[in-house]
T-cell receptor
Framework: GNSVTQMEGPVTLSEEAFLTINCTYT??????LFWYVQYPGEGLQLLLK?????DKGSNKGFEATYRKETTSFHLEKGSVQVSDSAVYFC????????????FGKGTRLSVIA | DTAVSQTPKYLVTQMGNDKSIKCEQN?????MYWYKQDSKKFLKIMFS???????INETVPNRFSPKSPDKAHLNLHINSLELGDSAVYFC??????????????FGPGTRLLVL
């Protein structure tokens, strides 16, 4: 079956530090890959996505590249801010039509000033 | 304008009660979903509807019954609530197209606490 594995949190960083959150997946075929973010007390928001191998998704300074050879979609940001503190979810979905997302367990990021 | 809205935002109730959560989307999407997020933040699909038709029903107890009166609404009714039903329930929607995975837009969540 399809599954997503994320690095365990919580991750605590100082402001302006470099962020990497690892995500690997298992899937049949070629899934679409997503990063969602959940700020405290809020719902999920799409952060970025990639739909085919070697695609790079980017938004708000975050980036992730779809690596088929390593089945990975690691999230990176060069310089985090306190406002980036949230829970980050890696997710996949089959590309054939609209199918539910399969989520990783989430990684909580805390950025301190 | 709110894209995907849910009511109520918070719901505290006793074991054994029956309750409903409502979801509405004004995006013109055809597909709607219910996800459950447990206390460890793990998110899992419960149901998926397309144009008022149930297309996915994961292994969810039959105490949970989704209802879609029209394609903009997907409500979730829960009978005989149990302690283990305490969670955050998220509604989501996406535009249905064939052969393409469209972005899913999530509501703010309903935090259910069963006492």
């Amino acid at each position: 079956g399809n599954s997503v594995t994320q690095m365990e949190g919580p991750v605590t960083l100082s402001e302006e530090a470099f962020l990497t959150i690892n995500c690997t997946y298992t899937a049949t075929g070629y899934p679409s890959l997503f990063w969602y973010v959940q700020y405290p007390g809020e719902g999920l928001q799409l952060l970025l996505k990639a739909t085919k191998a070697d695609d790079k998704g980017s938004n708000k300074g975050f980036e992730a590249t779809y690596r088929k050879e390593t089945t990975s979609f690691h999230l990176e940001k060069g310089s985090v801010q306190v406002s980036d503190s949230a829970v980050y979810f890696c997710a996949l979905s089959r590309r054939a039509g609209n199918t539910p997302l399969v989520f990783g367990k989430g990684t909580r990021l805390s950025v301190i000033a | 304008d709110t894209a995907v809205s849910q009511t109520p935002k918070y719901l505290v109730t006793q074991m054994g009660n029956d309750k409903s959560i409502k979801c509405e989307q004004n995006l013109g999407h055809d597909t709607m979903y219910w996800y459950k997020q447990d206390s460890k933040k793990f998110l899992k699909i419960m149901f998926s509807y397309n144009n008022k038709e149930l297309i996915i029903n994961e292994t969810v107890p039959n105490r949970f019954s989704p209802k879609s009166p029209d394609k903009a609404h997907l409500n979730l009714h829960i009978n005989s609530l149990e302690l283990g039903d305490s969670a955050v329930y998220f509604c989501a929607s996406s535009l249905r197209t064939s052969g393409t995975q469209e972005t899913q837009y999530f509501g703010p969540g309903t935090r259910l606490l069963v006492l």
